[in-house]
């Protein structure tokens, strides 16, 4: 049972204890239930107050219930708020600290409420594509009226308990206490006054009116069709909300809103929604590196090399309050890196984002130098110098001499070997891949890749620290191209040859933007720097000089457009602009060279440009798990999802393989693989990819 049961003279209080948030699993509810009985039973009672342990009062549903029986196994959460509304004597949810989901639900059941300051109150169903769906949608705009209740349910954001508390007339909270210190008292006061109130209020018996309805909830529908195009939970909220407005009878409202939350429970949008709840959890997770393995303390970091990486790493740790030296090999570059630096914080001081204190006091954590005595007391080093071994080899070797024993040495190589980059130091198990995404102080991915020798406490310390500084960490082993850009390399690829084969740069991207991803594959070339690609592809005709790619991207780089730092690219740019401008010369590039292969272009529909960008993803992923690159497929999603905006509704490339069916997805390869302007080799699906189909199974 992980509820207490204690008796207070005459107040009965169940206290709900089922760490960290007090989730209302099974043995919750059960424990609840059972207290309400035992409080009915006892003659000597006149009140009950169901409070919660620790620091929350409760988080909502028990995550770890989730796509089991527990989850809906009697007594459910509907049952536990019938049993508080049916008891005869009052209840008094005593709220502090986090007020969630099913535990606002709850509080919302209970006769009266009495909420400590401070108290984070939501209903965030709709961020896993639901809706609140035990009364939330009913009971809370009855208190807090139908706009202010709508806006929360739509937005699952949460509202502070003493802002909802000074809003004249609201009836969510029927006391304030003083403090959260003083809560448990002042609730036991409470309900010693309300004992003798007969007959007991209820939320379900108050009004629930709009006075322009009609026209509020066509506005309130129009809203969320453009903000959440691709999610039906938003609208639905709507229904519900609406629905509590037209019901003559609150049951029946109850009923219209279980109706609804059924619907999403199977949409595939809250499907992908949860998967990435979890897999977003999950990713912090090492299999062989237990969660309790000692950290290293990391009090200040060094980053080497002031470029684009280098200043929006160095900015993540300033904002996490961690000091951090910079070192370059000349003054201007530093001095370049740290206007650059000082230029991003300004945006965001000009926005209003950041305050003006906040980002002078970040800007005194950060120290610049061009010698490597300076870098002696820190705890972790990130170097961020030019992609080639021999510069890496240069620094790993000084790094190795200067730095203290126990410093993690990190690199954020994009594609160079980390287990080479570790021989160059006698300490390889203190090396480990810190590999940022750029810019590196806005997007959330992290990979963290782990050579050979790679020690699990630099492990669990660098994963503790990616927390630290706000990012999604997901481990990598050592291949080229880690995860991501090995996954992205193949997707490019089949965007070639869709060129080649009759397309046009904008109906490749539209397609795959139409389908969700932020940018398509040419524009998000243009963003990166087309000369990268150039690089690597340059490198791989000599390693793999059998690979067939379209040398249209070749062609590109060699009319010198790179992108949008040149203002052209795959398309043209106005300066200072990121709006992409078809370009006739580029188009035309594409058809020469088409026609120079002899090829006849066909039409192309915008299903199987999506399907080979998409599949490609999902065939080199499935080479990644089998060879132990990534630990798990939810891994892969994670990084999509985070690192290369693949659509958040879909749950990241191998969830949407597991949608499709991947029985359906290894058809499609089989019949890209007919396709004689196509790779056959290409499409040979991985071996792990037809066990799951012969065995039936999902990644
Ligand atoms: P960058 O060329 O903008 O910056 C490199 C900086 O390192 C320059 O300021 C240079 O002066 C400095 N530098 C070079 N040799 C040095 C040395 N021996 N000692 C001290 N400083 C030195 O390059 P960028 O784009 O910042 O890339 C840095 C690293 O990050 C590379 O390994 C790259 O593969 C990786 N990376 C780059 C991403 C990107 O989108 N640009 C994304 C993820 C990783």
Not at 388 to 417: C, H, R, W, Y
Request: proline share 5%; net charge neutral; hydrophobic share 45%.
């Amino acid at each position: 049972m992980s509820a207490k049961y204690q008796v207070h003279g005459d107040v009965a209080v169940i206290t709900l204890d089922n760490p960290p948030v007090n989730g209302l699993g099974l043995a919750t509810r059960q424990g609840v239930v059972q207290g309400l009985e035992q409080a009915q039973a006892d003659a000597n009672v006149r009140a009950i107050v169901i409070t919660g342990a620790g620091g929350a009062f409760s988080g909502g549903a028990d995550i770890t219930e989730f796509g089991t029986d527990k989850a809906m196994a009697e007594p459910n959460l509907h049952t536990v708020i019938s049993a508080v509304e049916q008891s005869t004597k009052p209840v008094v949810a005593a709220i502090h600290s986090v007020c969630m989901g099913g535990g606002l639900e709850l509080a919302l059941g209970c006769h009266y409420r009495i909420a400590a300051p401070g108290c984070s109150v939501a209903l965030p169903e709709v961020k896993l594509g639901l809706l609140p769906g035990a009364g939330g949608t009913q009971r809370l705009p009855r208190v807090i009226g139908v706009e202010a209740a709508l806006n929360m349910i739509v937005s699952g954001e949460a509202v502070k308990s003493e802002f909802i508390g000074a809003v004249p007339g609201q009836k969510l909270f029927d006391k304030m206490a003083a403090s959260p210190e003083g809560l448990a008292e002042e609730a036991l006061a409470f309900a010693r006054s309300v004992a003798d109130v007969r007959p007991l209020p209820l939320v379900r018996n108050l009004p629930c009116k709009h006075p322009n309805g009609d026209a509020y909830f066509q506005f309130a529908r129009n809203m969320v069709k453009g903000m959440a195009k691709n999610f039906p939970a938003p609208a639905k909220c709507v229904d519900a909300v609406e629905a509590a407005t037209k019901h003559r009878k609150f049951d029946d409202g109850l009923a219209a809103e279980r109706e609804l939350f059924i619907q999403l429970m199977w949409t595939a949008e809250s499907r992908a929604l949860r998967h990435l709840f979890f897999a977003e959890r999950a990713a912090s997770k090492i299999p062989d590196v237990p969660a309790d393995t000692p950290k290293r303390e990391i009090k200040k970091v060094a980053v080497i090399g002031a470029g684009t990486m280098g200043g929006g790493i160095a900015m993540n740790f300033l904002n996490a309050g961690i000091p951090v030296v910079m070192l370059e090999m000349k003054q201007e570059a530093l001095d370049r890196g740290v206007a650059t630096m000082r230029k991003n914080y300004e945006a965001q001081v000009k926005k209003g984002k950041l305050k003006e204190d906040k980002y002078q006091q970040r800007m005194a954590l950060l120290s610049t130098t061009l010698s490597y005595d300076d870098l002696k007391d820190a705890d972790l080093v990130i170097e961020a110098v030019f992609e080639d071994m021999g510069v890496k080899e240069q620094v790993f070797k000084k790094l190795d001499e200067v730095m203290k024993p126990g410093a993690i040495l990190a690199s954020n190589t994009s594609t160079l070997d980390l287990n080479q980059i570790a021989s160059f130091t006698q300490r390889p198990q203190d090396v480990v891949g810190l590999h940022f995404f750029s810019p590196a102080n806005v997007m959330k991915l992290l990979e963290v890749v782990r050579g050979d020798a790679t020690a699990k406490d630099v492990l669990a310390t660098v994963m503790a620290v990616a927390k630290k500084i706000k990012k999604v960490a997901v481990v990598s082993g050592v291949c080229d191209g880690f995860i991501g850009n090995r996954m992205i390399e193949q997707y490019g690829r089949q965007a070639g040859f869709l060129l080649d084969e009759g397309c046009t740069p904008q109906q490749v991207d539209q397609a795959i933007e139409k389908f969700g991803f932020a940018m398509g594959p040419f524009r998000m070339g243009d963003l990166a720097g087309n000369d990268i690609g150039w690089a690597i592809r340059k490198r791989r005709a000599v390693e793999q000089p059998d690979m067939k790619y379209s040398k249209t991207a070749d062609l590109l780089c060699e009319m010198g457009r790179f992108g949008q730092k040149v203002g052209k690219g795959w398309y043209d740019y106005a300066p200072g602009k990121r709006d992409a401008i078809p370009n006739a010369e580029v188009e035309k590039m594409v058809a020469d060279h088409r026609q120079s292969l002899g090829i006849t272009p066909r039409k192309i529909s915008d299903e199987e440009i999506v399907q080979r960008l998409v599949y490609a993803l999902v065939n080199e992923a499935a080479h990644i798990l089998e060879e132990g690159i990534a630990n798990k497929a939810s891994d892969i999603d994670v990084v999509y999802i985070f690192g290369y905006g693949f659509p958040v509704h879909r749950g990241g490339p191998l969830n949407y393989a597991n949608e499709v069916g991947l029985f359906n997805v290894v058809q499609a390869m089989k019949r890209f693989a007919q396709n004689p302007l196509d790779d056959a080799a290409f499409w040979q699906p991985a071996p792990l990819l037809q066990r799951l189909v012969a065995e039936g199974k999902g990644f």
